[in-house]
């Protein structure tokens, strides 16, 4: 039936970039070695770290109690629910609602755009900041890249789960603040581009902002790097703490990137926390 020409208009709906389904995968899974030794430590490290995770939201992280605290035999005990078996649309949400996130406390949209396999920390870090993780025992990294709602920014958000304890975890964290560790370039992130995608040329020399946050409540480390989304090389990088100061001018600081990197990486920690807390109440 041909509408009559009077006849009001659909409102226009907001362009939504593609989402490259090359690098989807439906749950986070763990990748197959050859070597049967190599099966067993990568098991036996899923293991260590999921017990941390579940002990921590059932302690402190969900509580705010610190008296919650088990012993550490006690919190693999108590929970056996694998990281790999959370769907990937709970860990990295399509989108992502970021009020109050920007600039002056403007309202911020993240649409994802593409969500990495999960990864060794060879395969996804720079290699010193794998050697900056090693005294908790990285085993393995989940990475997605989202664009903000004008598509002119990219940020890759990843999370690095260890095999460390609350002691581990907690001294990698004084370390990391008492030696500015996640304010050092030559420890910047690495970004995740997706053919394909407006984060396609988003490269090491488009790295503009970052934030590094190690987690003492759970083995985890969370960290996030932004950049233009046109592919411009970056010649100097700012991490999210000095790009949000007031005063700061430099580019990354001027188009909000420490903002962006910042906000994602708290929402999506925030989201694992209550993913976590989910299943470890259903497992009850």
Known sequence: MTP???????????????????EMTTRLRPVRTRHPARTVGAVTAVVLGLGLIGGAVTGTWLTGDSSADTAEENVYAEVRIAWHSVPVDTIFPRRIDGDGAGPGGADRVWTRIAVAPDSDCATALDPLLTKALEPVGCTRVLRATYTDATSSSVTTVGLVFTEADEKGMLALHNRFTTESLGERTDLMPRTFPAKNTVSAGFGDEQRASWTVEVLTEA????????????GRAVADPQPADEAQAEGATNPPAQA????????????????LRGAVGTRTEESR
Do not use: C
């Open 219 to 230: 083995p985890v480390v969370v960290y996030a790097v932004s950049g233009f989304a046109d």
């Open 256 to 271: 909000g990137l420490g903002h962006e990197a910042t906000g994602i990486a708290e929402r999506i920690e925030k989201g």
């Open 4 to 22: 009559r020409p009077d006849a009001p208009r659909p409102p226009a709906q907001m362009w939504i970039p593609p989402e490259t389904p090359a």
